[in-house]
């Protein structure tokens, strides 16, 4: 049974009047005479009407209309007494019983439902009251609330001297301190934005659908209710109010919600929670879990006789404040006593590497801060700002660090728990549970302090990069490069890198042209598992500008770990690619000496194919240039079963819209394919490769029954004037598209001394600012077949080029999952005796999903880009995989010049079947002849 919760001299306001007997269970057994009743009572009273001693209470939140009076046996337990009164004129009821010591049990309210109060006058022992539960429907603002005391050990004194608690001072008139069996919700929603047009009203779910009397009920409650309130159909509940900061221009209230109590035996069980979404319409709509702060871990249960005062700022997600006290109280249980105050919304939150918790708290206080120092689960001290980030401020800003703000004025705050650098020492996966403190003071110092320990779960997974640029001494550096979205997507990317020093500083630009385009965010993603391999989708987070630190998102700045969020404003409707980039400034401090990096970040919204460096449909023009799509080719049965670990998928040329498609992010690696194969060997030729290891067998990973088949005797070109033309077997674009060009389709393309084969290049004319004549691969050069030289190529030397960036891409993929590594021949090694091995990295790598790095091209004229993802190659003699995550291989149509090489009369070189090629990074991007058994990524361009 419940226990008494409060001191009962010291209850707020009951409105009681006289209660006249309706009806009885037992009386009879022990009051048989007039004299009896008249000699022996109990007298009691409600407390006089005093609406308004808790803030925001109304009279109706104090009706008692039924009261039944149970009084128990203090050894048996039976029920000695059983009365239901109904109210009339008066404050005192004299309830007739014997003298003695009993176990009393109050209900005010109780529902008027025939099955509920015949369990109630059915009452025989005390344990009666565990199978009694009052229906959901039974709370709600249109009725009067049912209540509930237990008082233990009453003396009934006879003669009607009054009654002893406890064996307490005698009492004349017993008062009553009774409990609501429910919650009163007031809601305030604001935001920056006028919503008044999309905003429709508020929905809770997961309500409980039964409040038993007690905690041992018998019975099983389930959280299956909903209940919607709507500006159209409940207009009653909602008011218009005034916002609480000045950069909020609307605010809606929602009034006196009245919901069962939802008490929980385990009061952390989130899926119990009741939820509550703000309805915007078509629009997103954002919800929260209503949780207290209750030590030492956050409750989502919701005592009987809670007020809670919600404050939410409609953002993605919802940014919330929620209040909790007593119904007739400002409670002690809720709020730190005295004069100082601080309450914070959560005091254990669980993050991830890329996801941050926002907690709100409020005071009244001078200064409220996060200490210099947290705590590990092993009691290791850490400095804070080195494991969050930017979170414990400075004496010359005690209340503002990048994140976190408290305006002592308002005695409103909130910060956000991000991870600054990673869990461990060797940058790789590890979960942490570090405990912070958050205290109020009178100054920085601590002077008086009221401090609230925060528990902060931390899960890591995968391996951490430098945000640091790329340049002439640091060529494989990985730092995030741009962000793509398709057309109708508009929801966050998520940038983040490693800088190793809280005083390092940085900042994020959106330029002037763009400002109407793109949008940026310091705020963290709220998506709950982002940074592991379930992440949720991006256009549920929605980026929308800070108002605590008043961004307005076209510019942000902060410390230490690089970590913001890039969205879009607006749908794609152009019919073609929209580009922008941001600005990112950083900083670099060294021996007190300051070294400023600047880099941009190029925003792409659009799947469509495009032109990047030049536009045109003339080949042999100057000004000719490619559509190029901006994602790999892959197996429709890779694409629809990722899952899967075949090595291959065999392609039915006759069903090939049914058996190739485009990935559907840049990111991702799609599959790895030969160019072709003699005619003979066809079907061979046409297969598409699982873009990892997935069992591939043990090391060195070579492919079952890979094929090696030759061109030998004579070049086949892929459309040939004259004989084969192997386009018509080995396209395998998608209708619409081809595979592109790096040269004539129909000849050996030299690509060299003069720019007449380079200009038919889908390749160089598309993507390359100066495009490169030649080839980088010396063999062609030194050992030219046929020996005469007539197809000598020149040699290509690659170099760093400007318009080519590597590392990172947000495409809503790539930026949501950890980056893991697996295990590949390292292709360096290769002919050289020991075949060595070396670890491929990039996200979801279990399965043909696999995204990674690479190279992102842009026109610095246009802003236009496109991404190619290092997806490595199979090597030709077997298939295995090298240079995951380190280059992109991709084919052209075009057939290089062949090279010859005689080892003891046996030739080892290409003279047959040596395909133009183009490699991407950063440190040697380049056009490559190789032979054609190599396994390949194909991009493909519009006809």
């Given at each position: 049974m419940?226990?008494?919760?409060?001191n009962?001299?010291?209850?707020?306001?009951?409105?009681?009047?006289?209660?006249?007997?309706?009806?009885s269970?037992?009386d009879?057994?022990?009051?048989d005479?007039?004299?009896?009743?008249?000699?022996?009572?109990i007298?009691?009273?409600?407390?006089?009407?005093?609406?308004?001693?808790h803030?925001?209470?109304?009279?109706?939140?104090?009706?008692?209309?039924?009261?039944r009076?149970?009084?128990?046996?203090?050894?048996?337990?039976n029920?000695v007494?059983?009365?239901?009164?109904?109210a009339?004129?008066?404050?005192i009821?004299?309830?007739?019983?014997?003298?003695d010591s009993?176990?009393?049990?109050f209900?005010?309210?109780?529902p008027?439902?025939t099955?509920?109060?015949?369990?109630?006058?059915?009452?025989?022992?005390?344990e009666?009251?565990?199978d009694?539960?009052?229906?959901e429907?039974?709370?709600?603002?249109d009725?009067?609330?049912?209540?509930i005391?237990?008082?233990?050990n009453?003396t009934?004194?006879?003669?009607?001297?009054?009654?002893?608690?406890?064996g307490?001072?005698?009492v004349?008139v017993l008062?009553?301190?009774l409990d609501?069996?429910?919650v009163?919700?007031d809601?305030?929603?604001?935001a920056e934005?006028?919503?008044?047009?999309?905003f429709?009203?508020?929905?809770?779910?997961n309500?409980?659908?039964?409040v038993p009397?007690?905690?041992n009920?018998?019975?099983?409650?389930e959280?299956n209710v909903?209940?919607t309130?709507?500006?159209a159909?409940d207009?009653?509940?909602?008011?218009?109010?005034?916002p609480?900061?000045?950069?909020r221009?609307?605010?809606?209230?929602?009034?006196?919600?009245?919901?069962p109590?939802?008490?929980?035996k385990t009061?952390?069980?989130?899926s119990?929670?009741v939820?509550?979404?703000?309805?915007?319409?078509?629009n997103?709509s954002?919800?929260?879990?209503?949780k207290?702060?209750s030590?030492?871990?956050?409750?989502?249960?919701?005592?009987?006789?809670t007020?809670l005062?919600?404050?939410?700022?409609?953002?993605?997600?919802l940014?919330?404040n929620?209040?909790?006290?007593?119904?007739?109280?400002?409670g002690e249980?809720?709020?730190?006593?005295?004069?100082r105050v601080?309450?914070?919304?959560d005091?254990?939150?669980?993050?991830?590497?890329?996801?941050?918790?926002?907690i709100a708290f409020?005071?009244?206080?001078?200064?409220?801060?996060?200490?210099d120092?947290?705590?590990?689960?092993n009691?290791?001290?850490?400095?804070?700002?080195?494991i969050?980030?930017?979170?414990?401020s400075?004496?010359?800003a005690p209340?503002?660090d990048?994140r976190?703000?408290y305006?002592?004025?308002?005695?409103l705050g909130?910060?956000?728990?991000?991870?600054?650098?990673?869990?461990?020492?060797?940058?790789?996966?590890?979960?942490?549970t570090y405990t912070?403190?958050l205290?109020?003071?009178?100054d920085?110092?601590?002077?008086?302090?009221l401090?609230?320990?925060i528990?902060?779960h931390?899960k890591?997974?995968g391996?951490?990069y430098v945000?640091?640029k790329?340049?002439?001494?640091?060529l494989?550096?990985t730092?995030?490069?741009?962000?793509f979205?398709?057309?109708?997507?508009?929801?966050?990317?998520?940038?983040?890198?490693?800088?190793?020093?809280y005083?390092w500083?940085w900042?994020?630009?959106?330029?002037?042209?763009y400002?109407?385009?793109?949008?940026?965010s310091?705020?963290?993603s709220f998506?709950p598992?982002?940074?592991t391999?379930?992440?949720?989708?991006?256009e549920d987070y929605?980026?929308?500008?800070?108002?605590f630190r008043?961004?307005?998102?076209?510019?942000?700045?902060?410390?230490?770990?690089?970590y913001f969020r890039?969205g879009?404003?607006s749908?794609?409707?152009?019919g073609?690619?929209r580009?922008g980039?941001?600005?990112?400034?950083y900083?670099?401090?060294?021996?007190?000496?300051v070294t400023?990096?600047?880099?941009?970040?190029?925003?792409r919204q659009?799947?469509?194919p495009?032109?990047?460096?030049?536009?045109g449909?003339?080949?042999g023009?100057s000004d000719?240039g490619?559509?190029?799509?901006?994602?790999?080719?892959?197996?429709k049965a890779?694409k629809d079963?990722?899952g899967t670990t075949?090595?291959?998928?065999?392609?039915n040329?006759?069903?090939?819209?049914?058996e190739v498609?485009f990935?559907?992010?840049?990111?991702?690696?799609?599959?790895?394919?030969?160019?072709?194969?003699p005619?003979?060997?066809?079907a061979?030729g046409?297969?598409?490769?699982?873009?990892?290891?997935?069992n591939?067998?043990?090391?060195?990973?070579?492919i079952?029954?890979w094929?090696?088949e030759?061109?030998?005797g004579?070049?086949?070109?892929?459309n040939?004037?004259t004989?084969?033309?192997?386009?018509?077997?080995y396209?395998?674009c998608?209708?619409g598209?081809?595979r592109?060009t790096d040269g004539?389709?129909?000849?050996?393309a030299?690509?060299?001394?003069n720019?007449?084969?380079v200009?038919?290049?889908d390749?160089?004319m598309?993507?390359f600012?100066?495009?490169?004549?030649?080839?980088?691969?010396s063999?062609?050069?030194?050992s030219?077949y046929?020996?005469?030289?007539?197809?000598?190529?020149e040699?290509?030397?690659p170099?760093?080029?400007?318009?080519?960036m590597?590392?990172f891409?947000?495409?809503?993929?790539?930026?949501r999952r950890?980056?893991k590594?697996k295990t590949?021949v390292d292709?360096t090694?290769r002919?050289?005796?020991t075949?060595?091995y070396?670890k491929?990295?990039?996200?979801?790598?279990?399965?043909?999903d696999?995204a990674?790095?690479g190279?992102l091209?842009?026109?610095s004229n246009?802003?236009?880009s496109?991404?190619?993802?290092?997806?490595?190659?199979?090597?030709h003699?077997?298939?295995?995989?090298e240079?995951?995550?380190?280059?992109?291989?991709?084919?052209?149509?075009?057939?290089?010049?062949?090279?010859?090489?005689?080892?003891?009369?046996?030739?080892?070189?290409?003279?047959?079947g040596n395909?133009w090629t183009?490699q991407?990074n950063y440190a040697?991007?380049?056009?490559?002849?190789?032979?054609?058994?190599?396994g390949?990524?194909i991009?493909?361009?519009?006809?």
């Open positions: 419940r226990e008494i919760k409060h009962i001299y010291n209850r707020g306001p009951i409105i009681f009047l006289l209660l006249l007997i309706i009806s269970c037992i009879e057994t022990f009051i005479n007039d004299d009896k009743i008249k000699s022996s009572y007298s009691i009273r409600g407390i006089g009407a005093k609406v308004g001693i803030p925001g209470t109304t009279p109706d939140d104090y009706v008692i209309e039924t009261l009076i149970l009084a128990f046996d203090k050894v048996t337990e029920c007494s059983n009365v239901r009164y109904n009339a004129n008066g404050d009821i004299q309830h007739p019983i014997n003298p009993y176990d009393f049990v209900l005010a309210n109780e008027a439902n099955l509920i109060i015949d369990q109630l006058d059915g009452i025989t022992k005390y009666d009251l565990n009694i539960a009052y229906p429907r039974y709370f709600s603002s009725l009067i609330i049912p209540m005391q237990e008082i233990k009453i009934v004194l006879p003669n009607g001297q009054g009654a002893q608690v406890n307490g001072a005698v004349n008062q009553l301190g609501r069996l429910a009163r919700l809601v305030v929603l604001e934005d006028n919503l008044e047009a999309t429709t009203g508020i929905i809770l779910e309500i409980p659908n039964a009397l007690t905690n009920y018998t019975g099983e409650v959280r909903t209940r309130f709507t500006k159909a207009a009653g509940y909602f008011s218009d109010e005034t609480t900061a000045s950069d221009s609307w605010a809606k209230g929602v009034n006196r919600i009245i919901l109590a939802n008490e929980l009061v952390g069980d989130a119990k929670a939820t509550l979404i703000v309805g915007m319409g078509n997103y954002p919800s929260t879990q209503l207290t702060a030590d030492p871990t956050v409750s989502y249960s919701l005592p009987i006789n007020k005062d919600f404050l939410g700022i409609i953002k993605e997600p940014e919330v929620i209040k909790a006290s007593e119904w007739d109280k400002i249980d809720w709020e730190i006593s005295g004069t601080l309450n914070v919304s005091i254990e939150v669980n993050i991830t590497d890329f996801n941050g918790a926002r409020w005071s009244n206080m001078p200064v409220v801060r996060v200490l120092v947290v705590y590990d689960e009691g290791a001290e850490k400095v804070t700002n080195n969050f980030n930017a979170l414990s400075q004496n010359y209340n503002d990048f976190i703000r305006d002592a004025k308002t005695g909130y910060m956000d728990i991000v991870l600054d650098r990673p869990n461990t020492d060797d940058n790789v996966a590890g979960d942490k912070l403190t205290s109020a003071s009178e920085h110092a601590g002077t008086n302090a401090q609230r320990k528990i902060v931390v890591q997974e391996v951490r945000f640091e790329n340049a002439s001494d640091n494989w550096s730092p995030y490069v741009g962000a979205w398709d057309d109708n997507e508009v929801g966050e990317r998520v940038i983040k890198g490693i800088r190793w020093d005083w500083n900042t994020v630009t959106v330029p002037d042209e400002r109407d385009f793109i949008v940026i310091a705020s963290p998506d598992n982002i940074g391999d379930n992440p949720g989708d991006a929605p980026v929308v500008p800070n108002a008043f961004e307005t998102g076209s510019s942000v700045a902060g410390k230490g770990r690089v890039i879009l404003k749908k794609n409707t152009t073609s690619p580009y980039f941001v600005n990112v400034h900083e670099k401090s060294e021996n007190n000496v400023s990096y600047d880099t941009k970040l190029f925003v659009g799947g469509d495009d032109y990047l460096m030049r536009s449909s003339i080949r023009a000719y490619a559509k190029f799509s901006p994602y790999n080719l892959t197996m890779f079963t990722p075949v090595q291959y998928q065999a392609i040329y006759s069903n090939l819209a049914g498609d990935v559907k992010y840049p990111t991702q690696a799609g599959a790895h394919f030969q160019w072709a194969l005619i003979a060997n066809v061979k046409l297969r598409g490769y699982h873009p990892t290891n997935v591939m067998g043990s090391a060195p990973w070579a079952t029954g094929p090696i030759r061109i030998n004579v070049n086949l070109f892929w040939s004037s004989g084969t033309i192997l386009k018509n077997y396209e395998i998608p209708p598209y081809v592109p004539p389709e129909d000849r050996i030299v690509n060299s001394y720019y007449d084969q200009y038919m290049s390749w160089r598309s993507l600012a100066d495009p490169m004549r030649g080839d980088a691969a063999n062609t050069v030194d030219p046929p020996t005469n030289g007539t197809y000598k190529p040699l290509y030397t170099v760093p080029l400007s318009e080519v590597y590392g891409y947000a495409d809503g993929f790539f930026d950890p980056i590594e590949m292709g090694t002919g050289e005796g075949l060595g070396t491929y990295r990039g996200v979801s790598l279990d399965n043909a696999v990674y790095g190279v091209v842009y026109n246009t802003s236009a496109i991404f190619f993802p290092a997806a490595g190659r199979r090597w003699l077997d298939g295995s995989l240079y995951a995550g380190q280059t992109g291989y991709y084919w052209a149509s075009s057939v290089a010049p062949g090279w010859t090489k005689v080892v003891s009369g046996n030739e080892t070189g290409a003279p047959y395909i183009m991407l040697e991007p380049r056009p490559i002849s190789t032979g054609h058994v190599f390949y990524s991009r493909c361009v519009k006809k």
